[in-house]
């Protein structure tokens, strides 16, 4: 009896079967949307990544460093937080801060600036907005007038073929941003895209999550999975990163 035998036999006597199960093994492992983005892509690696709505640079950093050599274009409208995000770039070489906003369509509109400028929104918050989030976060203390542009023509301006990553965490405004991108999502230019979803009404026309998922599905993207969900006491879900990739990436599957 080799070790093998050994080992089901032993399993046996305690009520448990030993089975091999079929290989490869999936490779998303649903705990960091940056990681698994990473395996997703595999060999293709990124070459382009879009950083929407980059607020003082949290993302980027983590971006530029999971994935070296990538050009990471991180697009951040609020004057404040732009200055910020600025000075954040200049020790990351392979990062350009870009100060316009995407979003459906080309012009100018008014942003809503917050209390904490995470929270700012091209879309006011609601009137409920305060019964999830302390006036402290959402609180609205002004508003500034920013540029919009689409991700089509920026991508049409810089030459750009395809995007290999998406990041857009843009308070509601991430319908707005990937109608924008039409042309290079039908196109199947887009590989990845992770996207901030709320589950309560924070701002005033927001998207639900079933309209980003059909949204994204009707041009070939596959749901991956919820990361970073953020809970209330009550156990209500808030808001989570929804990741996203292409058919071209994640293949049609396989059973097992």
């Known amino acids: ?120 929104s091209i879309l006011p918050a609601t009137s409920a907005a305060e019964a999830w989030l302390p006036s402290s976060m959402i609180g609205r203390v002004g508003s500034v007038k920013i540029a919009v542009q689409t991700a089509d023509a920026f991508c049409d301006e810089r030459g750009l073929a395809r995007i290999d990553l998406m990041k857009i965490d843009t308070q509601g405004y991430e319908l707005h941003v990937l109608r924008g991108a039409q042309r290079m999502l039908a196109q199947r230019k887009v590989s990845v895209i992770n996207l901030e979803v709320q589950f309560v009404d924070f701002y005033e026309g927001q998207p639900a999550f079933t309209q980003l998922f059909e949204h994204l599905a009707a041009i070939g993207m596959t749901f991956v999975g919820l990361y970073s969900a953020a809970y209330s006491s009550q156990n209500r879900l808030l808001w989570a990163d929804a990741l996203f990739a292409s058919e071209e990436v994640v293949g049609k599957g396989s059973s097992y």
């Open 1 to 120: 009896m080799n070790w093998k035998e050994h080992i089901n036999a032993g399993l046996a006597r305690l009520g448990y079967n030993l089975v091999r199960l079929p290989r490869p093994w999936p490779q998303v492992q649903g705990r960091d949307w940056v990681a698994d983005a990473r395996r997703i892509l595999g060999e293709r690696k990124a070459g382009v990544i879009f950083d929407v709505g980059a607020n003082t640079g949290q993302t980027c950093v983590r971006l530029a460093a999971a994935f070296p050599g990538a050009k990471v274009f991180s697009f951040e409208p609020f004057p404040g937080s732009f200055a910020t995000l600025e000075a954040e770039c200049r020790r990351l070489p392979g990062v350009e801060p870009v100060n316009v906003a995407l979003g459906e369509q080309a012009g100018e509109l008014e942003m809503f600036a917050n209390a904490n400028s995470e929270t700012n």
